[in-house]
């Protein structure tokens, strides 16, 4: 089965400064990467997703990089605020029926 | 709206009793999971569910069962709880197509003594 590994576990950043997490994943049939942030006591919510057939996509200050030879993705969050404090998730997924997640990132942004 | 929901957002059982835990989705979702969540683990899947009567195991089934009679129930059941099995409970819904975002509910925080 597919196997995801997310990078790094935990993350400070200064405010106003970017933060990057990484994910690879061993199934080169997966075509589905969603990203989902979860705050303390919440449900985990997709803030972002990309499909195979994209390389990058971008929403205000949040980016996804994927990487299909190499089979990794990334998550970019550029300018920091507080409230991008929280668990960050990745998960690898074929036609949306059996998604695999990462272990999670715990970024802190310190103001 | 995207409604998920748990029948509990906490419980405590006692070893070896039978435990269910509902999740309730109002959007016609094909698909249901139930997850675990553990620090450091992240979320791993329990089983899922692409239609009614029909289910997969996951990556951690031992210990539990579930049941879909209703498109909108997706039930976890734990047959004999254990100490190992205290957990955070999520419950997610998506539709079936090629990728779509999975609505999550609340979660349950089962602890079993």
């Known amino acids: 089965g597919e196997n995801v590994e997310q990078h790094p576990s935990t993350l400070s950043v200064q405010e106003g400064d970017s933060a990057v997490i990484k994910c690879t994943y061993s199934?080169?049939?997966?075509?589905?990467f969603p990203w989902y942030k979860q705050e303390l006591g919440k449900r985990p919510q997709l803030i972002i997703d990309?499909?195979?057939?994209?390389g990058e996509k971008k929403d205000q200050r949040i980016a996804v990089t994927l990487n299909k030879t190499a089979k990794h993705f990334s998550l970019h969050i550029t300018e920091t605020q507080p409230e991008d404090s929280a668990v960050y998730f990745c998960?690898?997924?074929?036609?949306?029926?059996?998604?695999?997640f990462g272990t999670g990132t715990s970024l802190t942004v310190i103001p | 709206d995207v409604k998920v929901t748990q029948s509990s957002r906490y419980l405590v059982k006692r070893t070896g009793e039978k435990v269910f835990l509902e999740c309730v989705q109002d959007?016609?979702?094909?698909?249901m999971f139930w997850y675990r969540q553990d620090p450091g683990l992240g979320l791993r899947l329990i089983y899922f569910?692409?239609?009614?009567?029909?289910?997969e195991k996951g990556d951690i089934p031992e210990g539990y069962s579930v049941s879909r009679e209703k498109k909108e129930r997706f039930s976890l059941i734990l047959e004999s709880a254990s100490t190992s099995q205290t957990s955070m409970y999520l419950c997610?819904?998506?539709?079936?197509?090629?990728?779509?975002?999975?609505?999550f509910g609340p979660g349950t925080r089962l602890t079993v003594t």
């Open positions: 959007m016609d979702h094909e698909n």
């Open positions: 998960a690898a997924s074929f036609a949306g029926n059996q998604f695999y």
């Open positions: 997610a819904s998506s539709l079936v197509s090629d990728g779509r975002e999975q609505y």
């Open positions: 199934d080169s049939a997966s075509n589905y």
């Open positions: 990309i499909r195979s057939n994209v």
């Open positions: 569910s692409y239609d009614v009567k029909m289910k």
